[in-house]
């Protein structure tokens, strides 16, 4: 470690939440290092939606000052006694979650990810009082349940994207039974759904893209899908009456007198829609009548982020089958450019910001 100064502890934070999309750069108390802990200097933080759900106050107050970023990859810096699986130096990733009890029934089924006292990346706390802030910064630490060693296949630009948006598709696309022989429909070609595509095809199944227009069609096909579907042709739904087993949505956004039951007519027999887009806290799903659900048996859930064996799993298939994101790259300081781009919905398919403030030898 000769020649390296030790962590500072610095991130681009929201301090005003009137201006929440003007980040400027804030020193922060990082939790007290345990003998569980792993402590690592970030190179790269993908941005995902739940970024700017948070620091724009769509899913509650914000309490300032907030750094957001959950989609982390960096070199470890330090670990804590009882740490085993990675040392200094290793290339390793964090995603949403950096907590949980590690003893309840959820956890003991590695289902860790629904544990009823997670703590998440950012905007939380940790038992220690210490608020939790996530990845637009220089460093973290966390539990080593919740840091992933990185496989030498998968670059770390590439892999960051994968801890939160990566992981929150491919969990219920493996907890639903997705691989060959099934078909699996993927509402809404942003981050989440570019890689619902890549990894349903990845997992052998036959796979449709809907999408609104057909700006992103030749997209879609170039990440696996078989079909693309334009989701503004009215009708659109008619052909392709029971037809999944699973529809995985992305959409986190439901307009007036949008209506699930013409999604919710192509599930095959015990289909199953699986929303993992989570709107802000005004935009509830719309109404269901239970004639939508009955007459095909079909069943509606969600799924929250993914386990620490989720994510193994996934970065291994990934390294195995060659699984790249779609990424646009930015200086973490431009990160109000990629909320921009969010957005908009300009973004193709992720943005991943690289440090700034202190680059990583
Ligand atoms: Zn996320
Ligand atoms: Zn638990």
């Not at 006694?81 to 950096?98: C, F, L, S, W, Y």
């Not at 907590?99 to 289902?111: E, H, I, M, T, V």
């Not at 039974?177 to 509402?187: A, D, E, L, S």
């Not at 719309?286 to 993914?306: E, M, R």
């Amino acid at each position: 470690m000769s020649g390296q100064k030790e962590l500072e502890f610095k991130g681009y934070a929201v301090t005003d939440p009137s201006a929440w999309s003007q980040l400027s750069v804030v020193p922060f108390q990082p939790k007290n290092f345990g003998p569980d802990d792993v402590e690592l200097a970030i190179t790269h933080c993908g941005v995902c939606g739940s970024d700017l759900h948070t620091a724009s106050g769509g899913w509650g107050p914000v309490s300032p000052p907030l750094i957001v970023g959950h989609e982390i990859v960096g070199k470890v810096t330090r670990v804590g006694e009882n740490v085993k699986d990675v040392k200094v130096g290793d290339r390793v990733g964090i995603g949403a979650q950096v907590g949980s009890c590690l003893k309840c029934r959820a956890c003991n089924d590695n289902y860790e990810n629904y544990c009823p006292n997670s703590i998440y990346t950012y905007a939380g706390q940790y038992p220690d009082g210490v608020r939790t802030q996530g990845g637009y910064a220089t460093a973290i630490r966390a539990h080593h349940h919740f840091v992933f060693p990185i496989p030498d296949q998968l670059e770390s630009r590439h892999a960051a994207p994968m801890l939160c948006g990566g992981v929150t598709v491919f969990s219920p696309l493996k907890a639903n039974g997705c691989g060959p022989g099934k078909k699996v429909g993927v509402i809404g070609i942003g981050g989440l759904g570019h890689f619902a595509v890549m990894f349903a095809k990845a997992m052998g199944a036959e796979v449709w893209a809907f999408t609104r227009g057909t700006a992103k069609a030749e997209d879609a096909k170039k990440m696996g899908a078989d079909h693309v579907v334009d989701t503004t042709v009215d009708g659109y739904w008619n052909d392709l009456f029971r037809t999944f087993d699973i529809i995985i949505s992305t959409v986190d956004h439901f307009p007036p007198g949008v209506t699930l039951r013409n999604i919710f007519s192509m599930l095959y027999v015990h289909g199953k829609y699986i929303t993992v887009g989570m709107p802000d806290m005004d935009e509830p799903l719309p109404t269901i009548h239970p004639f939508d659900i009955t007459l095909n048996g079909c069943l509606v859930g969600g799924s929250a982020i993914g386990s620490r064996e989720d994510v193994m799993e996934m970065l291994q298939l990934a390294a195995e089958k060659g699984i790249k994101p779609w990424i646009q790259e930015l200086p973490m300081k431009e990160a109000s450019k990629a909320f921009e781009g969010v957005k908009s919905g300009k973004v193709r398919y992720r943005y991943v910001l690289q440090q700034d403030i202190a680059p990583v030898a």
